[in-house]
């Protein structure tokens, strides 16, 4: 009898936990969500052969860059740029423009309940034939790792719901100020994953904001050129008469050191002692996003 009392005092114990407030809190259903931007592949150069793209000297091939939009954010025409590196362009011919470098043609639709999927668009290096071809000579085989580097601008979209405006924080009624808040993020590559309110004085409520570079690229603010020390961003809130908000000392601008940054809005006037209220907080941030693919393409030699 005691075993039997004991267990259900251990499994009332694991409903209680599971059900406690949490650090990080989501929610809210405004976004779909995810980490996902931009996200480039290659088409097939050709037909594979023990896993790799083959093909014979005598051979041109396509070079074709896809481009899928996987967030939760409209990439608009000629944001986003794509470049051929790897191989020296001597040994190449009819692969256009002349630089290797490409942009997006067509607006590519975000993801969104009616187009799951996003849109896409195929940036093609190769739009007419003759397609590429290699200009060397080949003896046995040759294999050649192309790289696309590639990079856009986008942007992350953050709720933040039932902010407490409270200007006597001792008072209990409505909400509570000192508390993780629930939040919805878009989905995109920079992420945010924890809100926390808090004061800074009397009246003076402030939000802390953890972000997150999610994907596997560097990210830089537009106009500026990336860094290897850090990662950069910029940001907005949407009532900036009300709010200053700042990132190691940085005001509507961050460094994400080791892929993450908190930023701090706090109200830039004291709320009054009778003010009590609850209110989405929305901000937005702005960057470039930078990565990086590559594909394997094995040139045989013909038989001649």
Sequence with gaps: MKKIVLGIMILVSLIAV???????TTGGGA?????????????????????????FDTEDFSIDVVLKNKGEENLPVGKATVRLLGPPKESYENIVPANWELANSHEVEKISEFNPGGGEEIVSFTPSTPRAKFKGVVTGFQDVVWNVEYWYEYKTHLIVNDVCFKGDITDTKVCEVKEAKTFS???????VTSVAEDTAGKGVVLLKIDVKNAGTGDTTTVGQEFDTRFDQIAYTVDEPEKWECKSGGRENEARLIDGTAQIICRLKQPLADDELYT???RLTFQYVYKDLIQEKLRIKESVR
């Excluded at 599971?18 to 990080?24: G, K, L, Y």
């Excluded at 976004?31 to 093909?55: H, L, N, R």
């Design 279 to 281: 209110k989405a907080v």
């Design 31 to 55: 976004f779909i969500g995810g980490t996902e931007g931009v996200i480039a592949s290659f088409e097939p150069f050709s037909v594979k052969e023990a896993d790799t793209y083959t093909i």
């Design 18 to 24: 599971a059900c406690s407030p949490q650090a990080t």
């Design 185 to 191: 993020v878009s989905g995109a590559p920079v992420t």
